[in-house]
């Protein structure tokens, strides 16, 4: 399994820029996926949480009501749709993905309830 982030940048505070992530590799997955976000000498953080089906989502309190989690239709994509971004958003955004082959109806918060994560993409919000 893979998973292929992208869309990262640098912009400024009040601007808004999409994340999207692409899982390959495994035709029977059924897994809910998230974002985190992590900043040199910090701890990875959870951001956001969506589950299988794309109907269930969970949100950071520090991004509740400016970032959106989505899911495509496919369900091998999600996206992280970030609005309004300030300073402290500045990270590097890492997909994670559970390996689950039943539907994976829950959202996880935790970085341990993942199996697999991409590469990371840096945002970087200017002031």
């Known amino acids: 399994v893979q998973l292929q982030a992208s869309g990262g940048g640098l912009v400024q505070a009040g601007a808004s820029l999409r994340l999207s992530c692409v899982r390959s590799?495994?035709?029977?997955?059924?897994?809910?996926m998230g974002w985190f976000r992590q900043t040199p000498g910090k701890e990875r953080e959870f951001v956001a949480a969506?589950?299988?089906?794309?109907?269930?989502?969970s949100f950071a309190d520090s991004v509740k009501d400016r970032f959106t989690i989505s899911r495509g239709n496919a369900k091998a994509t999600i996206y992280l749709d970030m609005n309004n971004l300030k300073p402290e958003d500045t990270a590097t955004y890492y997909c994670?993905?559970?390996?689950?082959?039943?539907?994976?109806?829950?959202?996880?918060?935790?970085?341990?309830?993942?199996?697999?994560w991409g590469q990371g993409t840096q945002v970087t919000v200017s002031s």
């Open positions: 590799g495994s035709s029977f997955s059924r897994s809910a």
């Open positions: 969506i589950n299988w089906r794309g109907v269930r989502t």
């Open positions: 994670a993905a559970r390996n689950s082959i039943l539907s994976d109806d829950d959202v996880y918060t935790r970085a341990s309830d993942y199996r697999f």
